[in-house]
């Protein structure tokens, strides 16, 4: 099941051979070096950069390349142009709710030029742009945003993607339209190879059919501390959003149980004056952090404490009035339980 895409940028989703060639022709001209051709370079040009400009220009500052081959790119970039099936494989992804990441070489810059230009910077969830050697960075994506190695693939035109999916031990795509070569990719030995986006999107229609999610019923509560003030929660799971306590509810349990149990686990307050607020179908939101389909049983309580014990599942609570609660980023379904408090005060 793939849920998440890391896709590179040039040669992947853009072609930009002409411009990077130019650039590099131009670099390599101004210190007395043979000029290369289209397949020549695609042969000999590798990843991480470093390491090409300091086997072929040996005891040059790679700061001083760079500025060179960026001024005469970025003169050339507006030649730059999407790939068949690039547009139509995002637009996919944004349909059927899979994530998308860039880890790509590319300057941020320069990529949100011509990202914006082609009309495509809007499709992506988090931007790992300028990474020079992207295993330096593969592990931190994977972290950051809670991605299970099993369930993301990393789409890419070079051996160095390849061999940056291997090193995070995720699923990996070649596609061939970009800089290497079908004989190069397969030494790298990726786990799909594709023409183009359009047979990257037929693996994703055979890998990401959506499953079937049981519900799952929750509690929740709204919580009331001495002073009146309402308790909530920043948690990682609902993308970095604010919200309440609560948790699944245990087998033999019944939800006022579950509730107490819960709000001691996660907060270590103990609840007084429990009553039942409402129900809300919480199905796929693009808030949590994976696919679920949670019935939420939410309610209101008291606390006499207002010393908050936190467990590993919030980093940070805050007592709030009602109008600081809505001054904070909500997840939809807080905001929706809030709604309903203030309509029933």
Request: charged residues 25%; aromatic residues 10%.
């Amino acid at each position: 099941m793939i849920r998440n895409l890391i896709f590179d940028w040039s040669g992947t989703l853009v072609d930009d051979l002409t411009p990077v060639l130019t650039a590099t022709n131009h670099v390599f001209g101004l210190h007395g070096k043979p000029l290369f051709d289209r397949e020549t370079f695609r042969e000999r040009f590798y990843l991480p950069y470093k390491g090409f400009y300091e086997e072929h220009l040996p005891g040059i500052a790679l700061e001083g390349l760079e500025k060179i081959f960026r001024k005469v790119f970025r003169e050339n970039h507006h030649t730059v142009s999407l790939l068949p099936g690039a547009k139509e494989i995002l637009q996919y992804c944004q349909d059927n709710q899979l994530p998308i990441f860039l880890l790509s070489s590319v300057t941020q810059k320069d990529f949100l030029q011509q990202a914006k230009r082609l009309g495509v910077d809007h499709y992506f969830h988090k931007l790992y742009a300028g990474i020079v050697d992207k295993r330096e960075t593969i592990h931190s994506i994977l972290a950051d945003h809670h991605l299970r190695p099993d369930e993301t693939l990393f789409v890419g035109d070079m051996e160095h993607d390849i061999e940056t999916a291997r090193y995070g031990n995720i699923r990996s795509c070649a596609v061939l339209t970009g800089y290497d070569s079908l004989k190069k990719l397969q030494r790298a030995l990726p786990d799909h190879v594709a023409p183009d986006m359009f047979g990257v999107m037929k693996i994703l229609q055979r890998h990401s059919a959506p499953e079937t999610l049981p519900p799952t019923p929750t509690v929740g509560a709204l919580i009331l501390g001495p002073d009146q003030k309402l308790l909530m929660i920043h948690t990682l799971k609902w993308s970095g959003l604010w919200g309440i306590p609560g948790g699944k509810i245990k087998g033999g349990e019944s939800s006022e149980e579950a509730l107490r149990r819960e709000i001691i686990e996660e907060t270590g307050l103990k609840l007084q004056d429990i009553r039942f607020a409402l129900a809300q179908d919480c199905i796929r939101s693009k808030e949590f952090h994976k696919p679920a389909h949670f019935v939420l049983l939410n309610y209101i309580a008291h606390t006499r404490e207002n010393v908050v014990t936190l467990n590993a599942e919030a980093d940070e609570c805050r007592w709030c009035t009602l109008q600081e609660c809505y001054q904070l980023p909500l997840n939809t379904p807080t905001r929706i339980l809030l709604d309903w408090y203030k309509k029933n005060l």
